[in-house]
């Protein structure tokens, strides 16, 4: 099995505004990274190599991805230059009160579409962490809990 993961963000100004400007010219770098790193298998793009213009919910910003397993999405995440933009996502992105990142297990091979994982958000915030949508200390558990075996 791999593992997706939908994390979402309300924009605080449009994508066009300078002060989203260090956010969208580091996009396809970031992006561009991701796509090399060891466990990615896919994300969500659209014609602009990027999911700025897509939306779900209540005109949320989305990022979709697929990783092989939690430790190769862990190390992207705060092991590369990734992390300078993830300390700044307040000064592009609002604060959220509700959960907006939601992870679940898919076959390999398998493609989530937003409608799927917007399922699966709304099942970790109706439900809580289960088998079906869970958020990242539950990623983390599994991981540690994998390693414990391998052992």
């Known amino acids: 099995m791999h593992l997706a ?3 979402i963000g309300m924009f605080k100004y449009p994508t066009s ?7 969208m ?5 970031v992006n561009a990274l991701a796509e090399r790193s060891a466990g990615f298998v896919w994300r969500l793009k659209g014609d602009n190599n990027n999911a700025t213009e897509m939306r779900i919910g209540d005109d ?3 990022n979709l991805s697929v990783w092989e397993n939690a430790k190769s999405l862990e190390n992207y995440v705060f092991n590369t230059v990734h992390v300078q ?4 996502k307040e000064q592009w992105f609002g604060l959220m009160e509700k959960p907006h990142m939601v992870f679940w297990p ?8 937003l409608e799927e994982a917007w399922s699966r958000l709304q099942d970790l ?3 809580g962490p289960s088998e079906r949508a869970f958020g990242w200390a539950e990623v983390m558990d599994q991981e540690r809990m994998r390693n414990l075996r391998c052992a």
Do not use: C, Q, S, W
């Not at 505004?17 to 956010?23: K, L, S, Y």
């Open 85 to 88: 933009f993830y300390r700044k």
């Open 25 to 29: 010219d580091n996009l396809d770098r």
């Open 60 to 62: 949320m910003a989305v």
């Open 106 to 113: 898919v076959a390999e091979g398998h493609i989530p579409t």
């Open 5 to 7: 993961e939908l994390n």
């Open 125 to 127: 915030e109706k439900n």
């Open 17 to 23: 505004d300078p002060r989203m400007a260090e956010f």
